[in-house]
């Protein structure tokens, strides 16, 4: 099992960039995919990026694809989320996930959920 708490979030002006951080703990963090996912007031939670445990492959969503940057530390156990040219439709509370899965592309049925962090984008 892991535990897993997010940090980083905070408002920023459109075009602007926030790095998100999730630590893990309570398990071998390097042996978990690791995925980022939002969601806004009024909306489904969706599938933002993850990175895979046994190649560091990563995949995104169209929305975000060229602005966000998924990447791990398996030396801190932590897995961040870089997001550049900040949209105001980016406004969301951020959730990190985590699965022993080791499928590339997985975009649902994440194992370990974190109690996410905020990100407001002013326009």
């Known amino acids: 099992q892991v535990q897993l708490v997010e940090s980083g979030g905070g408002l920023v002006q459109a075009g602007g960039s926030l790095r998100l951080s999730c630590a893990a703990s309570?398990?071998?963090?390097?042996?978990?995919?690791m995925g980022w996912f939002r969601q806004a007031p009024g909306k489904r939670r969706e599938f933002v990026a993850a990175i895979r445990w046994s190649d560091d492959s990563t995949w995104y969503a169209d929305s975000v694809k060229g602005r966000f940057t998924i990447s791990r530390d398996n030396a801190k156990n932590t897995v961040y989320l870089q997001m550049n040219s900040l949209k105001p439709e980016d406004a969301a509370v951020y959730y990190c996930a985590a699965d022993r899965a080791d499928i590339w592309g997985l975009r649902a049925g994440y194992s370990y959920w974190g109690q996410g962090t905020q990100v407001t984008v002013s326009s």
């Open positions: 309570g398990s071998t963090f390097s042996r978990y995919t």
